[in-house]
């Protein structure tokens, strides 16, 4: 992808989607932003990573296009991707050559509660997205899954070709469901199609959903932390940037005609060292100077024990080795988040 391509990054209020607009600020590409704003969590923050990212909040109203004051080659539209009409009319206006959909309603427990919103976001969304990759021809689509896919699996480090036939959560199902979908376009429209089993994302500017970061504002403001699973849980915890450099690299790699009969490949993105919850608490601990008072609980509905990405595809394809340690990358999120929650005069870091 050296030269100049029409981008779009869904989910771009997000906090991956944020970090990959920061990076696409060094490319001369033509990037649209694509974002709800919905209110699953404060929508603060994602104005706030908007505003970070050179956008007037004024500026921002639904279905409008709103130019960046910094990069002119960037823009941003609040739209909803169950808007069929109003998407197909930004293809056409836009043409986009690569499509990055990370949009998508997250959180596994959320949606015991809430499934329609994950059949709404994650399939009805995705397959309207889908739709206007056939008819506008786009040349590469990559899109977000999760390691929520593998389920129960019992086999670690979890490989691309193990079956992921059992979801846990009905999040995890609409993941599942995003790549089967995503594949049959890739065979019928030969539409050149990567799926990217994201693993347990964290850093500056994350979801205050996550546990690193809901165990952050716990211990500072002295309140308890819910520890399911007595704490006796593992996660491959993989910083930001580590995933927003294979996504800048991918990118320019639409996949050949290498899975089975069409032009489709998955890979995890992990980091490729789990790590034990009671460990992240313990950095965490030490990089906010306070011990946590924990509240220990049973495993939840939903959740798995452990998660560990076989990453071998992924070195084979773009030489990626991670290489940012949990506690380097809960000290980058630490700063960021002292100064966006108690400190905010003194301006927000950059990642």
């Not at 969590?41 to 970070?52: F, H």
């Not at 594949?183 to 089993?197: D, M, N, Q």
Request: with cysteine; aromatic share 12%.
């Amino acid at each position: 992808m050296a030269e100049e391509q029409r981008i779009l990054v869904t989910g771009s209020a997000g906090f991956i989607g944020h970090h990959l607009m920061q990076e696409l600020r060094q490319t001369d590409h033509t990037v649209v932003g694509l974002d709800v704003l919905n209110s699953y969590y404060d929508p603060e923050l994602k104005y706030a990573r908007l505003e970070a990212q050179g956008f007037h909040r004024e500026q921002i109203q639904p279905e409008v296009i709103a130019a960046n004051y910094s990069f002119p080659n960037h823009s941003f539209i609040q739209l909803d991707l169950t808007n069929g009409k109003s998407l197909h009319d930004l293809f056409e206006k836009y043409r986009f050559d690569v499509v990055v959909n990370l949009a998508a309603q997250a959180g596994v427990r959320y949606s015991i509660d809430n499934p329609q919103a994950y059949i709404d976001s994650n399939l009805t969304g995705f397959l309207n997205l889908l739709e206007c990759c056939r008819s506008f021809s786009v040349k590469h689509l990559l899109f977000a899954s999760s390691s929520s896919v593998y389920g129960h699996c019992r086999q670690v480090p979890f490989k691309v070709g193990q079956c992921t036939d059992y979801p846990v959560s009905l999040y995890a199902a609409t993941k599942k469901a995003n790549e089967v979908l995503a594949y049959s376009y890739a065979h019928l429209y030969r539409i050149p199609t990567t799926g990217l089993r994201f693993f347990t994302v964290y850093g500056p500017w994350g979801r205050p959903d996550m546990a690193y970061y809901s165990f952050a504002k716990a211990i500072t403001e002295d309140q308890p932390i819910q520890v399911f699973n007595n704490g006796d849980m593992q996660r491959d915890f993989t910083y930001v940037e580590d995933v927003v450099n294979c996504l800048a690299k991918l990118l320019r790699l639409p996949p050949e005609t290498t899975f089975p009969g069409a032009p489709f490949k998955l890979y995890n993105i992990g980091n490729n060292k789990p790590a034990h919850l009671l460990e992240l608490i313990a950095v965490l601990e030490r990089q906010l100077g306070k011990k946590a008072v924990l509240q220990l609980e049973p495993m939840q509905p939903g959740d798995v024990y452990t998660t560990y990405a076989d990453v071998r595809e992924l070195e084979k394809k773009i030489n990626y080795k991670p290489a940012t340690t949990l506690e380097t990358g809960l000290a980058h999120f630490v700063k960021w988040f002292k100064q966006y929650h108690y400190a905010p005069e003194v301006g927000v870091p950059e990642p």
